[in-house]
């Protein structure tokens, strides 16, 4: 059976539970083929192997692990949402094992992947059922990077202002590319919103959506709070989106195609 290696960033926070819960999904989808977890980041691995909470592997042990059980071909996919700095170490840390691996892409790597996320977004949150409220702006929040990737969350919002031109929904970055914060949200109130609902565009809702997005303090909340703007905020990250978790499971199929004789 081909094994699957499922490539996450991790995190050190209560928002593990994501991964258990994008698991049941996993494992139900590709019952044939036995699945293993493995973590990207050496911050997040010792972080937690010092607090004796979880032993996690890296990438590349799993993948040693499983040849020594006599496999030949695994597929590894990446869990992260774009093709940055941990999907190049992800490549670079397993093209030159004695195992032939096949990758499966991050969330958002072609044009059609982002329609797919667009989609999944705008049913997952129920988002153009709040256009009659001329009172609500939207804000999808990323990560950000510096990677060359960066301009993702350009294209991104690029393409949903074709898809919502003049709706209230916008695209902003935790860091670089760097959003001035409250600049936007001056915007929002000049354009006459009075209430605000932030998307968290991150996988599990870890230390930035905890630091970033919700602290009591020079976060997303408290800024639009500060400018009297009424805020919701979304507590889930994309890993506890079905509609997201299934885009996963495609770019795991488009892995498996290619392996031959396993389409």
């Known amino acids: 059976m081909l094994p699957i290696i499922l490539a996450a960033f991790g995190t050190t926070t209560n928002a593990m539970k994501t991964y258990t819960f994008m698991d049941t999904i996993f494992r139900k989808r590709f019952s044939n083929h036995p699945i293993y977890w493995s973590f990207s980041s050496r911050v997040v ?23 020594q059980k006599g496999h030949t071909w695994a597929v590894v996919q990446s869990l992260h949402l774009t093709p940055g700095y941990e999907f190049d170490g992800l490549i670079e840390n397993t093209i030159h094992h004695d195992m ?37 702006a939207q804000i999808i929040i ?26 209230g929904v916008y695209v902003s970055t935790i860091e670089y590319p760097l959003i001035d914060r409250k600049k936007l949200i001056q915007t929002i109130r000049t354009a006459g919103y009075t209430r605000v609902r932030l998307i968290p565009l991150l996988l599990v809702t ?16 408290s800024d639009c709070e500060s400018a009297g703007l009424t805020v919701t905020l979304e507590p889930n990250g994309l890993g506890y989106q079905p509609a997201v978790v299934d885009l996963f499971c495609e770019h795991i199929e488009s892995a498996i195609d290619v392996i031959p004789g396993q389409s």
Not at 45 to 67: A, G, I, S, W, Y
Not at 100 to 113: A, F, N
Not at 142 to 167: F, Y
Not at 206 to 221: I, M, Q, R, V
């Open 142 to 167: 990323g990560h950000g990077t510096t990677h060359p990737i960066w301009t993702s969350c350009i294209a991104l919002n690029s393409m949903i202002q074709q898809k919502w031109p003049h709706k």
């Open 206 to 221: 870890g230390n930035h959506f905890l630091k970033d997005l919700s602290a009591p303090e020079n976060s997303w909340t």
């Open 45 to 67: 691995r010792e972080r937690m192997k010092k607090d004796h909470q979880f032993n996690m592997k890296q990438p590349q042990d799993v993948l040693t692990d499983v040849f």
């Open 100 to 136: 032939r691996v096949s990758i499966g892409l991050p969330l958002l790597y072609t044009p059609e992947d982002y329609y797919a996320v667009i989609q999944a977004l705008a049913a997952v949150y129920d988002i153009e059922t709040h256009f009659p409220d001329t009172s609500l």
